[in-house]
């Protein structure tokens, strides 16, 4: 079972929180809310707010029998239960014991990380959340795919990294997000198509990603324009811990103004490739925190967590052996989705 070092008597461990995006709830994530957040006052307020809109309860599709894999995984489903799930695990950690330096996330995720920084209320984020799950489903035609670029010791090869950019020019496919060692891309679903033939010899083929629009690409302009007529800016306000976007800004709590803030969430952030690679090397060199907080649910993130670590040999960590190391010996980064390291961390 993963320890957590002793600490200097009285200090407070230091941690970076990291909100996941789409594709996080998953078959073993069914029932997440009600194993680690039955009874809160939040879900509750989440499922009234659902109820009057119409909606199914979060309760209920987090504790339906089985796993649906045509309603679960769909944007208005999938984005309240993961907003839920990662905002009630932040909730949860011991702020007895650990001081959050500053929050981002992935794709979606920052959404959650919006309302974990204090930039939004909990009321809001929830509702920005359930919103854009919705909004996300407006869009011209087109998917995504996943690259994984990175070999078995979690490196990228330059040279590969490079033709991978150049396949994707050559038949108009984007880039959509970058997550370490891996590249999602994006665009309509004839270019995805001629991808495959173009690009060099990888560790394995690219995956298409069923039920996800060309997010972050200028063909959601669609998604983007029904978040700026429903969500207001006035909704809008400093964040009460630094915040890291999809490309690495740091927005500071004296130093933030909300319009911009509101611009971005419902400009750059949909239309332009968001950069997680830039926002955990920004976490990390900036802030350089005692432990990376990754919330539930799933822990799909760790991956990409842990490449970008080795990019930057963080700690000394340049290989996927010694990140695995580390993380058994004295686990930098912490998933909140993994019992055994949950426990670690939590009230």
């Given at each position: 079972?993963?320890?957590l070092?002793v600490v200097?008597?009285?200090r407070?461990?230091t941690?970076?929180v990291?909100?996941?995006?789409r594709g996080?709830?998953?078959a073993p994530?069914l029932?997440?809310l009600?194993?680690?957040?039955?009874g809160?006052?939040?879900l509750a307020?989440?499922?009234?707010?659902?109820?009057?809109?119409?909606?199914?309860?979060?309760?209920?599709?987090?504790?339906?029998?089985k796993?649906d894999?045509k309603?679960?995984?769909?944007g208005?489903?999938a984005a309240?239960?993961?907003?839920?799930?990662?905002?009630?695990?932040f909730?949860a950690?011991d702020?007895?014991?650990?001081e959050?330096?500053?929050v981002?996330?992935?794709?979606m995720?920052?959404?959650?990380a919006?309302a974990?920084?204090g930039?939004v209320?909990?009321?809001h984020?929830?509702?920005?959340?359930?919103?854009?799950?919705l909004?996300?489903?407006?869009h011209e035609?087109?998917?995504?795919?996943?690259?994984?670029?990175?070999?078995?010791?979690?490196?990228v090869?330059?040279a590969?990294?490079r033709a991978?950019?150049?396949?994707?020019?050559?038949?108009?496919?984007?880039?959509s997000?970058?997550?370490?060692g891996?590249?999602?891309v994006a665009?309509?679903?004839?270019?995805l198509?001629?991808?495959?033939?173009?690009?060099p010899?990888?560790?394995?083929?690219p995956?298409?990603l069923?039920?996800h629009?060309?997010?972050?690409?200028p063909?959601m302009?669609?998604s983007a324009?029904a978040?700026?007529?429903?969500l207001?800016?006035?909704?809008?306000?400093?964040p009460q811990?630094p915040?890291i976007?999809?490309?690495?800004?740091v927005?500071r709590?004296?130093e933030?103004?909300?319009q911009e803030?509101w611009?971005y969430?419902?400009g750059?952030q949909?239309?332009?490739?968001y950069?997680?690679?830039?926002a955990?090397?920004?976490?990390?060199r900036?802030?350089a925190p005692d432990?990376?907080?990754?919330?539930?649910?799933g822990?799909?993130?760790?991956?990409?967590?842990?490449?970008?670590m080795?990019?930057?040999?963080?700690?000394?960590?340049?290989?996927?052996y010694v990140?695995?190391l580390?993380?058994e010996e004295?686990?930098?980064l912490?998933?909140?989705g993994?019992e055994?390291?949950?426990r670690l961390?939590?009230?």
């Amino acid at each position: 079972m993963e320890t957590l070092r002793v600490v200097v008597e009285g200090r407070k461990e230091t941690v970076v929180v990291v909100c996941p995006g789409r594709g996080t709830y998953n078959a073993p994530e069914l029932g997440y809310l009600a194993r680690h957040h039955a009874g809160s006052p939040w879900l509750a307020h989440f499922d009234a707010v659902r109820d009057a809109a119409g909606k199914p309860a979060l309760t209920a599709l987090d504790g339906a029998a089985k796993f649906d894999p045509k309603l679960h995984p769909r944007g208005d489903v999938a984005a309240p239960l993961i907003h839920a799930c990662a905002y009630l695990d932040f909730l949860a950690l011991d702020r007895e014991r650990f001081e959050v330096l500053a929050v981002t996330g992935n794709s979606m995720g920052w959404y959650t990380a919006l309302a974990c920084a204090g930039a939004v209320s909990c009321e809001h984020g929830f509702a920005i959340a359930d919103a854009m799950g919705l909004n996300s489903q407006k869009h011209e035609s087109g998917g995504q795919a996943v690259i994984v670029m990175a070999g078995e010791d979690w490196r990228v090869d330059p040279a590969t990294e490079r033709a991978v950019e150049a396949a994707c020019a050559r038949v108009g496919v984007l880039p959509s997000i970058r997550l370490g060692g891996m590249l999602v891309v994006a665009g309509p679903e004839a270019a995805l198509d001629a991808l495959n033939a173009q690009l060099p010899p990888l560790p394995r083929p690219p995956l298409r990603l069923p039920g996800h629009g060309p997010f972050h690409t200028p063909l959601m302009q669609a998604s983007a324009d029904a978040a700026r007529a429903s969500l207001p800016a006035a909704w809008f306000g400093a964040p009460q811990v630094p915040l890291i976007d999809g490309r690495g800004k740091v927005w500071r709590r004296f130093e933030t103004d909300p319009q911009e803030l509101w611009d971005y969430t419902f400009g750059h952030q949909i239309l332009a490739p968001y950069d997680f690679t830039a926002a955990m090397t920004v976490a990390l060199r900036e802030f350089a925190p005692d432990r990376v907080v990754l919330l539930g649910p799933g822990e799909t993130l760790g991956g990409a967590i842990g490449q970008t670590m080795i990019a930057q040999r963080w700690l000394d960590i340049d290989s996927k052996y010694v990140f695995s190391l580390r993380q058994e010996e004295d686990p930098f980064l912490v998933a909140m989705g993994r019992e055994a390291q949950r426990r670690l961390i939590t009230i």
